[in-house]
């Protein structure tokens, strides 16, 4: 699934925190991914199409260092992803075994990537973050994958984080953490959540002037009237 460019940079302009506000409103509830966190302090906004990646149980016969060199193996799926592509592990909430470390995240800078994120660990802690690529994770370990985790696939519809993600979601992340979009509401998201910003922001500036909550937040008819006034006013 492909975005155009104009939606992706009016998405990068909207906080997790609204997505999440105007998908509610649609009946969406479970749309944020849990333990998905950011690695580092102050990493930008990320949006994108997800590319997913699933872990199950590890299991001894397939669960090796020799299977990092077969078909079905996290390095062909990083030669599989496009550009510009949020990659989602689902890893099962593992966090004793870190899915992905620092050689195979510069490989993914390589490719354009926009972001890992996994409701799981990461290794080689130094290196990821030298790499350059966004992480949002559970934190770190140092044993490899397969000491808990078999790799099986990539693009399929998985469950990460609690949350259901089909390839090509919409994924936006910020420092409070990663949410998912499905495709079919991206433009109808993206047309409330614009105006959802342009809206609290409005309701900063009226906090700043010292107006009370009651009736400005959420807004009665009077306070309704302003807005539509000052946005007139634009």
Do not use: H
């Not at 998905?36 to 872990?55: C, H, N, S, Y």
């Amino acid at each position: 699934m492909t975005y155009d460019q104009t939606t992706i940079e009016a998405l990068r302009g909207v906080s997790t925190a609204t997505l999440t506000t105007v998908l509610l409103k649609k009946g969406l509830r479970n749309v944020w991914i849990r333990g998905a966190m950011p690695l580092a302090p102050g990493l930008p906004r990320i949006v994108g199409p997800a590319f997913t990646l699933r872990f199950v149980p590890a299991r001894e016969d397939l669960a090796t260092p020799a299977s990092w060199g077969s078909p079905i193996s996290t390095r062909a799926a990083i030669e599989a992803m496009p550009e510009g592509c949020v990659v989602i592990a689902d890893a099962m909430g593992v966090t004793d075994a870190g899915i992905f470390g620092d050689i195979l995240c510069a490989r993914m800078v390589k490719k354009g990537c926009g972001a890992l994120i996994t409701d799981g660990v990461v290794r080689d802690i130094t290196g990821v973050l030298g790499s350059g690529l966004p992480v949002w994770a559970r934190g770190t370990a140092a044993p490899a994958s397969v000491a808990g985790l078999t790799f099986v696939g990539w693009e399929e519809t998985i469950g990460c984080g609690g949350v259901c993600i089909v390839p090509g979601d919409m994924i936006v992340t910020d420092q409070d953490g990663a949410v998912v979009i499905p495709q079919a509401l991206v433009a109808a998201v993206l047309d409330e959540a614009v105006e959802q910003e342009r809206m609290e922001a409005w309701i900063v500036t009226e906090v700043e002037r010292g107006e009370k909550l009651p009736g400005l937040y959420p807004m009665n008819d009077d306070t309704k009237a302003r807005y539509a006034a000052w946005k007139a006013e634009q």
